[in-house]
């Protein structure tokens, strides 16, 4: 919803609704009884706004189980069978999107494989025609409720522009305004460990955390705070950077993309390797795994490096929990992060060590995360970051 000029008691009564469409969505189905319950507004509050919610067609009334014979309260649910979402993952060598359901049924995959972005337009051609693929799979254009975007990058969610992306040549690239004049439809932009941060802690493993860190290995590294619930932006949308963490010292200390020296990327990610190492990360694996005595020296270096790295962050923000993601640790985790977890509770205070170390199985589609965006936008209520 948009909060424009409005008085407050008509941004109340918006509020409310949007409080009892999300509760309806999390929840669902439930009774009229338990939505006045679960939110405190009286029985003819809760009934005035479900009959404006279902004259709009966006929540349905379902069967009863029955009793007995007593008369059960009508089950409300969302109407998600005509309610769409586009997510995309914009990463540096593809751009993929998935048409979902708000069921979170997949419709339609579309990948568009990149060789290389030549200049700052590039990226659109490839980006409409994944999105121009996927419109012709929806069924009713009317149920699509967004696109949203998973981008590799620093971004500005907020004004929706990315701030800084080496691989895609974007720098205060103004992204959303140039997807709203081509499909005129809601748009929204997450950095790609924020987005999942935000999935998470939504539904996923850091749902009863308050306070958590993801750190994601991959083409790059990202990381996202989440601090009491909320996600750490940072005065210039750029907390987080763990990529440019100062991890290497002395002749280890190479010069990184961003004009520094020494940053923890220029080797613990799957960039970093080939460029300075000159290993594609399954080459990499396949040496430390064949015990190769100088790839296991440089894999040392790594472990070490990562687990400083990690170990002064839990120090700074004494998270709950901490989550590990990404293909860099798909691909060697299983090795690394025993190691990392063994040094990090080593090297860091007595104070911190009951935060719990949480390793993602596989790094999750985020073409399907980025439509879970424009759900989540769909059921936001204004004010309140995740709930
Ligand atoms: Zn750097």
């Known amino acids: 919803m948009k909060l424009g000029k409005v008085s407050n008691s008509q941004m109340i009564k918006e509020i409310n609704q949007q409080k009892v469409l999300r509760l309806i969505y ?55 069978r005509n309610m769409y979402a586009i997510g995309i993952e914009l990463a540096i060598k593809y751009v993929r999107g998935t048409l979902m359901d708000f069921q979170n049924n997949s419709v339609k995959e579309v990948t568009e494989f990149v060789p290389r972005y030549e200049n700052e337009e590039h ?25 949203g975007f998973s981008i590799q990058g620093l971004v500005n969610s907020n004004k929706g522009t990315v701030i800084y992306s080496p691989g895609l040549r974007w720098r205060d690239f103004p992204l959303k305004k140039k997807l709203m004049d081509r499909y005129g439809l809601p748009i929204y932009l997450e950095n790609d460990a924020n987005l999942l941060a935000i999935v998470e802690s939504l539904n996923g493993k850091l749902a009863s955390s308050e306070q958590s860190i993801v ?15 909320q996600l750490l932006h940072g005065a210039n949308y750029v907390a987080g950077e763990l990529g440019h963490y100062k991890a290497f010292t002395g002749s280890d200390a190479i010069a990184c993309h961003c004009g520094a020296k020494g940053c923890l990327t220029t080797f613990a990610s799957i960039s970093g390797l080939k460029r300075n190492a000159g290993f594609t ?25 990562i687990a400083k790295a990690i170990a002064n962050v ?70 309140n970051e995740f709930y």
């Open 26 to 80: 999390t929840e669902g189905p439930i009774a009229r009884v338990d939505l006045a319950g679960k939110t405190g507004l009286t029985q003819q509050t809760i009934t005035n706004i479900v009959n404006r919610l279902l004259s709009e067609n966006l929540i349905l009334e379902t069967t009863p189980t029955s009793n007995g014979g007593r008369r059960r309260p009508i089950p409300l649910v969302i109407n998600s």
């Open 123 to 147: 990226p659109m051609e490839y980006i409409f025609k994944v999105i121009d693929q996927l419109l012709e799979h929806v069924p009713d254009q009317e149920g699509l409720k967004g696109i």
């Open 215 to 229: 750190f994601k290995f991959d083409y790059g590294i990202g990381s996202a705070m989440v601090i009491n619930r």
């Open 281 to 305: 990360l399954e080459e990499f694996s396949k040496k430390v795994r064949a015990n190769d005595l100088e790839t296991m020296e440089l894999f040392e270096k790594i472990q070490g490096a």
């Open 314 to 383: 839990i120090t700074l923000f004494n998270p709950e929990h901490i989550l590990f993601t990404g293909r860099f640790m798909d691909k060697i985790g299983d090795l690394l992060i025993p190691l990392i977890k063994k040094e990090v509770l080593a090297l860091i205070p007595d104070s911190c060590r009951n935060v719990k170390i949480i390793v993602l199985d596989e790094t999750p589609d985020e073409s399907r995360s980025a439509a879970g965006l424009v759900m989540n936008h769909f059921f936001n209520v204004p004010f």
